[in-house]
């Protein structure tokens, strides 16, 4: 994993998440009377933005890919739904504990599983599972069924008799989103650098010889694999407040796609990259879907030219700029590139200065 | 449960899993000699049915149409093959999942803009047309009968190209070990394309004998191409007889699943599915 990156990226990221955060002053001024539409969009993008690095400890940090991760996310989305009572809010005080532990068992339980699974293997028991679940909640009288589950009340946020945050306004509940994001991102940030996050980095690197070092690979992948399933899951609580419902969609494997199409865009393993895929795919999205009804094409072609000539993402473009660099990058040589910097890091370099 | 109904449901069974069996091979020998996940299977399948439901509107006869029908789905594979997946032969998985992924937006779209989103219905075609009495209030189609024939006879020519051909050696080492077979002199790449060609040929098949039997719908993809992979993880990567094992227990654990434990029954292939990791992470003929 690229672990130093250059001084740009931190500057370019520290503009857009103020650009981000200043909204509520732009706004209003160049979207008009549609800005409140496009605060909810934002607010959008900033939870998938949670979701999409969620998948990135897995497929990018720990090389898992997994395309069923549409599981958690969906899995908090009805965990909320589920647990709300029906005439008053719950409070996100429990709300939130209830959500990550409920995904943590499931990320145990389907963990032990999937995990004695490689490669290939991987992929396709963490879609079946993932539509396991998609059928069971759609076909589960319990759950609402295809209809999916409303939410009548956003969790509140209070201590005692006063509001902290007031999730019912929209520009509340967008700083409440942006603030979650910026844990979650500072969290992952400091696993990967942690000495378990070193760990995770080796067992992308070679497996073999960590486990020949004594690690006992499965248990670091089980952990990776139920933290990245809690951190879904928060992000998916966030998506069915902002929606209001919970939906079989959000469960089902095209979801675990659409979020794997924002890992690609962004740059998988940078932990920033997938937040601006996230941002990418969505403004992608909203042009294609205003351009023809026929989006899905221009989405599915997009994507393919992405892998072709783009396997790095935009985080790729800023790391390392196709201009600056002598050697011509192309696809095929541009993923050897990518290895060769692995190879690099992961050279026996004193752990504790980096964590 | 009677007898007969009981060997209705079995037959019923039966007839499921060895059509799982036709789209599952092809995975598992792309998966197996290619190293390629490929996502859009399913969609091919659903092509399948699609082309014949056209084909047999525009020339009034389901068996001309299927005619017609294959040698459209053996070049559309070919293209995909030659344009999109020969990047991919030295990249990680993760890029073939999400090239194909791509494809199956477009094929699914492209499928949308030609045929509409209306579900059809493809009449049983003539000789075929007409059902045996089993018992008194029991019959059984025919066309169901001759479907498991041909799914039977295919099954039998694969497993007579793999044993005892030297195609079949060729595959086999591939599977084993492809460096190894390259370095022998064989052409590798002309092997690929002739192996993808094939497997999207035998899954468009499946969606063309099938068409008869189900509704023709958008989407009718996807859910196949998820069962299958069930069905290859439960046999192993790779391996035919492990495709041909697990879809026939994937086949019987639907079609008696629905009969018996209704509530559970979309469950029940997942609930196997798991049992067989537990035991066997590798598939059972891996």
């Keep these: 994993m690229l672990h130093r990156y250059p001084k740009r990226v931190a500057y370019i990221m520290l503009v857009l998440t103020a650009l981000v955060a200043a909204f509520p002053l732009w706004g209003e001024a160049v979207f008009g009377n549609q800005a409140n539409f496009m605060l909810e969009k934002l607010t959008l993008m900033l939870i998938l933005a949670l979701f999409a690095m969620s998948l990135d400890l897995l497929v990018g940090i720990v090389g898992l890919v997994s395309l069923g991760h549409a599981l958690f996310f969906g899995l908090g989305a009805y965990t909320l739904a589920l647990a709300s009572p029906d005439f008053s809010p719950a409070s996100m005080w429990w709300m939130l504990p209830l959500v990550m532990g409920v995904s943590a068992c499931v990320g145990l339980i389907v963990g032990v599983l999937v995990i004695r699974t490689k490669g290939i293997f991987f992929i396709m028991t963490t879609l079946a599972f993932g539509q396991m679940l998609y059928y069971f909640i759609s076909t589960s009288p319990l759950a609402g069924g295809t209809d999916g589950v409303f939410i009548m009340f956003r969790p509140s946020l209070t201590i005692g008799e006063t509001s902290l945050v007031n999730l019912d306004n929209p520009y509340s509940f967008f700083y409440f989103c942006l603030g979650m994001l910026l844990i979650g991102f500072l969290f992952l940030r400091w696993l990967t650098r942690s000495y378990f996050g070193q760990v995770l980095d080796g067992i992308h690197d070679n497996e073999h010889r960590m486990q020949a070092l004594g690690y006992a690979t499965s248990g670091y992948k089980l952990v990776a694999f139920v933290i990245a399933g809690v951190m879904a899951a928060i992000a998916g609580m966030l998506a069915a407040m902002q929606y209001g419902f919970a939906n079989p969609a959000q469960l089902g494997w095209h979801t675990s796609g659409e979020v794997l199409m924002m890992l690609i865009l962004g740059g998988m393993g940078t932990i920033f990259g997938p937040i601006l895929g996230a941002f990418a795919y969505e403004i992608l999205l909203y042009i294609y879907e205003h351009a023809t009804t026929h989006w899905p094409i221009l989405m599915g072609l997009t994507i393919i030219i992405a892998v072709l000539v783009l396997p790095r993402g935009i985080a790729g473009l800023i790391i390392a700029p196709p201009w600056r660099s002598k050697r011509q990058t192309e696809p095929g040589t541009a993923s050897e590139h990518g290895k060769a910097q692995v190879a690099l890091s992961a050279k026996p370099t004193p752990q504790r200065k980096e964590s | 449960m ?242 041909f094992w697990g879809a026939i227990i994937i086949g019987m654990a639907t079609t008696f699943g629905a009969v018996l434990i209704p509530s559970l029954a979309s469950m029940v292939i997942y609930l196997i599915m798991a049992a067989v990791l537990l035991v066997k992470p590798r598939g059972l003929f891996a």
């Design chain 2, 2 to 243: 009677d007898l007969a109904f009981f060997s209705v449901q079995l037959l019923n069974g039966l007839q499921y899993g060895l059509l799982l069996f036709l789209i599952a091979s092809g995975l598992t020998l792309i998966f197996g000699i290619m190293g390629i996940i490929n996502l859009a299977h399913g969609a091919m399948y659903m092509i399948g049915a699609y082309l014949v439901y056209d084909l047999t509107l525009r020339l009034g006869n389901f068996w001309l149409a299927m005619l017609a029908a294959i040698p459209i789905a053996i070049v559309l594979g070919l293209i995909i093959e030659r344009l999109f997946l020969d990047t991919l032969y030295k990249r990680d998985h993760l890029y073939q999942v999400l090239l194909t992924f791509g494809l199956i937006l477009v094929l699914n779209e492209a499928q949308r803009i030609i045929w509409g989103g209306d579900v059809h219905r493809v009449a049983v075609p003539a000789p075929f047309d007409a059902s045996i009495q089993l018992t008194d209030n029991l019959q059984y189609s025919v066309y169901r009968l001759f479907v498991m024939g041909v799914c039977l006879a295919l099954a039998g020519v694969i497993y007579w190209v793999m044993r005892h051909t030297r195609l079949g050696i060729i595959i086999r080492a591939g599977a084993a070990n492809r460096d190894m077979v390259e370095g022998l002199g064989i052409n590798v790449r002309t092997l690929f394309t002739l192996i993808f060609s094939v497997g999207v040929a035998l899954t468009a098949f499946a969606g063309m004998i099938a068409a008869p039997l189900t509704s023709i719908a958008p989407g009718m993809g996807d859910s196949i191409l998820i069962t299958c992979f069930v069905v290859v993880v439960i046999g192993g990567i790779g391996s035919i007889k492990g495709a």
